[in-house]
């Protein structure tokens, strides 16, 4: 499977713990993106790079909220002291910039739950 | 800023019906605009995307979307409902060139037997 990957699918923390997703995007992608969808929304936007520079972060990812792409690879999105608010799905997407195949690819998600 | 505003929160359908799903866009540039569908427990997929050619766009699985600029719409259409298009679907503006979408609240299509 050459699609985006994301890793853990499902997570349960409890308030106060840190916890770390994975996201593998599709190799020859040089933008990757991170979302958040909470029940009954459409994903919100939180940071996105092209290769290993983050290029923009959204007024939603607060201090607690990290993301890094050392190598212009795989990304990680860190939430440090979690909160019952950050209980979501936790998506990731690829694309190829600035191309005509610009449209963001996305994975299966994580899913989120603070109790 | 760019926005989408999609005008049903829930569409039912019978199967073989046609199907029309809303949105309406804001946006102070000509906007790139996009559909995605969201299967239970499944990630997203586009269906088709509108980046300035033709207004009459074609996409996966008999899908298609027309851009009015003047009604500024990109209501997603297809002539026949089947069972499995039952989903989620959301309609998406990027703000420039291939940045940050923007997505709407979403709309679930249930299709009836």
């Known amino acids: 499977d050459t699609g985006v990957s994301q890793d853990p699918r499902h997570k349960i923390t409890k308030r106060g713990q840190n916890v770390t997703f994975r996201c593998d995007p599709i190799?020859?992608?040089?933008?990757l993106y991170w979302y958040r969808q909470t029940l009954g929304q459409g994903p919100e936007f939180l940071t996105y790079?092209?290769?290993?520079?983050?290029?923009?972060k959204s007024r939603l990812l607060s201090d607690r909220f990290s993301a890094e792409r050392p190598k212009g690879s795989f990304s990680t999105l860190e939430i440090q002291r979690t909160e019952q608010g950050d209980s979501a799905m936790y998506l990731c997407?690829?694309?190829?910039?600035?191309?005509?195949?610009?449209?963001?690819?996305f994975g299966p998600g994580t899913r989120l739950t603070v109790t | 800023a760019q926005s989408v505003t999609q005008l049903d929160s829930h569409v039912s359908v019978s199967e073989g019906t046609p199907v029309l799903l809303r949105c309406n866009y804001s946006?102070?540039?000509?906007?790139?605009l996009f559909w995605y569908v969201q299967h239970p427990n499944k990630g997203l997929q586009l269906l088709l995307k509108?980046?300035?050619?033709?207004?009459l766009v074609k996409g996966i699985n008999g899908f298609e979307a027309e851009f009015k600029k003047s009604e500024t719409s990109f209501h997603l259409t297809k002539p026949s409902a089947h069972m499995s298009d039952a989903a989620e679907y959301f309609c998406?503006?990027?703000?420039?060139?291939?940045?940050?979408?923007?997505f709407g609240a979403g709309t679930i299509l249930r299709v009836k037997s």
């Open positions: 997407a690829s694309s190829l910039a600035p191309g005509p195949a610009y449209e963001q690819y």
């Open positions: 190799s020859e992608h040089n933008r």
């Open positions: 790079f092209q290769n290993e520079a983050q290029l923009e």
């Open positions: 946006s102070s540039y000509s906007p790139s």
């Open positions: 509108y980046t300035s050619a033709a207004t």
């Open positions: 998406v503006v990027s703000v420039r060139y291939g940045n940050k979408l923007v």
